[in-house]
């Protein structure tokens, strides 16, 4: 499941409630799957990989449905055109904006 497309409950009532509460459940989800594997999706990040000289920065991308309460599969990720597992990354951390 991707964080940008969740599933729409068309049984919801006809105002924007129905939305937000769709993107709040949508940003918890996306918040719960981060906290378990110690990562952040959709923002700048700077990731050390074992056995990979330099960090990578860029925005880390979710490739595989691994990873979820009801998955025993890890997720698989990607960074700048690289592949890689949870069980891959050294460190990770925030990567500071540029000016």
Same mark, same amino acid.
């Given at each position: 499941? !991707? /964080?940008?497309q969740g599933?729409?409950?068309f049984?919801? &009532?006809?105002?924007?409630?129905?939305?937000?509460?769709?993107?709040?459940e949508?940003?918890? =989800?996306q918040?719960a799957f981060?906290? &378990?594997w110690?990562v952040?999706?959709? =923002?700048p990040?700077?990731?050390q990989?074992?056995?990979?000289? =330099? @960090?990578l920065t %860029?925005?880390?991308?979710w490739?595989s449905e691994?990873?979820?309460?009801?998955? !025993?599969r @890890?997720?698989?990720f990607?960074? &700048? %055109?690289?592949? /890689?597992?949870?069980?891959?990354?050294?460190s990770? !951390? &925030?990567?500071?904006?540029?000016?």
């Amino acid at each position: 499941m !991707s /964080f940008d497309q969740g599933e729409f409950d068309f049984n919801a &009532r006809g105002d924007e409630g129905g939305w937000r509460r769709w993107r709040e459940e949508l940003e918890e =989800k996306q918040r719960a799957f981060e906290a &378990r594997w110690g990562v952040a999706l959709g =923002k700048p990040v700077v990731v050390q990989l074992r056995d990979h000289a =330099k @960090p990578l920065t %860029g925005m880390l991308e979710w490739i595989s449905e691994g990873g979820r309460a009801d998955d !025993s599969r @890890p997720p698989r990720f990607r960074l &700048r %055109g690289l592949e /890689f597992g949870h069980e891959e990354i050294a460190s990770l !951390s &925030r990567a500071e904006p540029e000016d």
